[in-house]
């Protein structure tokens, strides 16, 4: 079956420091890998996806995640992180096989200090 | 105007009541799907739509019922709300032929007394 871990459910850095959050996932085949953000009181917004081609995806806000198809990971990363940045993330696969569904992570959630 | 719109934002209601969330998207998009989110447990999804003749269960559609009016709308009912129904709902769209990715509403905060 198709799961999603997320294996962080809090994090905390400070402003300007590197951060990197973690996600395994559990799929048959070729996954379709996302990353979300969702800022307090808001959907979720996409940061990026892998669907193949180049292992390492940039996405908006200046981050980017590196997919490991020996580890099974989907690592999201950014250089400096910012206080606007505090927000949950969610690591999801979609599901070619299981009529395209998509299975999320239960979220890693951000708190920047200054 | 938000591509993916949820009315309402916030509900409260008591148990045994009758609840409908609506979902509207100019997105023109085939796909929609209703998630539940939970503190903890991220997002679970409830129905999921590919068309206005398909609609399917997803995991936790217990006590949950859908209506796809048409391609843009597609509704959330709780026949019989009950305490642990309380969650905040997300309508999402999908362009999965294209770039695969979901389009989220901004959610539907739903308190069951």
């Known amino acids: 079956a198709q799961s999603v871990t997320q294996p962080d459910i809090h994090i905390t850095v400070s402003e300007g420091a590197s951060l990197e959050l973690r996600c395994n996932y559990s799929y048959g085949a070729t996954p379709y890998l996302f990353w979300y953000v969702q800022s307090p009181g808001q959907g979720l917004q996409l940061l990026l996806k892998?669907?193949?081609?180049?292992?390492l995806v940039q996405g908006i806000k200046g981050f980017e995640a590196e997919f490991k198809r020996s580890q099974s990971s989907f690592n999201l990363r950014k250089p400096s992180v910012h206080w606007s940045d505090a927000a949950e993330y969610f690591c999801?696969?979609?599901?070619?096989?299981?009529?395209?569904?998509?299975?999320f992570g239960t979220g890693t959630s951000l708190t920047v200090i200054p | 105007d938000a591509d993916v719109t949820q009315t309402p934002r916030n509900r409260i209601t008591k148990t045994g009541k009758r609840i409908m969330l609506e979902c509207s998207q100019t997105k023109g998009h085939d796909r929609m799907y209703w998630y539940r989110q939970d503190p903890g447990l991220g997002l679970r999804l409830i129905y999921y739509?590919?068309?206005?003749?398909?609609?399917n269960k997803g995991e936790i559609s217990d006590g949950y019922s859908v209506s796809r009016q048409a391609q843009a709308k597609f509704s959330l009912s709780l026949e019989s709300a009950i305490p642990n129904q309380t969650a905040l709902y997300f309508c999402a769209t999908s362009d999965w032929g294209n770039t695969g990715e979901l389009f989220f509403g901004e959610g539907s905060r739903l308190t069951v007394l």
């Open positions: 739509s590919f068309d206005v003749k398909d609609i």
């Open positions: 892998y669907f193949s081609g180049d292992t």
């Open positions: 999801a696969v979609g599901a070619l096989d299981t009529g395209n569904q998509f299975y």
